[in-house]
Nanobody, 115 residues
């Protein structure tokens, strides 16, 4: 079973930037989707951004133009560059791996944006 390990996150002031990274290990099918979701306490987990192995991306409308997802072509890693952060971006961010009909999640990393 694949394992996902996130890094990055932390506390930043509004308007600042952060970069999240995630590395997957284990047996991973070559065709997959990796990305990021986030969750506030008491709310449902929501899509932030995903990218397939062929480069197709999907962004939440709330982050378009501010966040950029990228993948390493040679390794199962995914990054999320977050700019112009807003207090409403505060959440636990989870790395996601979708392979065929299976989904895998990292443990999450906290992002806190102060106003």
């Amino acid at each position: 079973q694949p394992q996902l390990v996130e890094s990055g996150g932390g506390l930043v002031q509004a308007g600042g930037s952060l970069r999240l990274s995630c590395a997957a290990s284990g047996s991973i099918f070559s065709i997959n989707t990796m990305g990021w979701y986030r969750q506030d306490p008491g709310k449902q987990r929501e899509l932030v951004a995903t990218e397939t192995t062929v480069g197709s991306t999907n962004y939440a409308s709330s982050v378009k133009g501010r966040f950029t997802i990228s993948r390493d072509k040679n390794k199962p890693t995914v990054n999320l560059q977050m700019s112009d952060l807003k207090p409403e971006d505060t959440a636990v961010y989870y790395c996601y791996l979708g392979v065929l009909r299976s989904q895998y999640w990292g443990r999450g990393t906290q992002v806190t944006v102060s106003s």
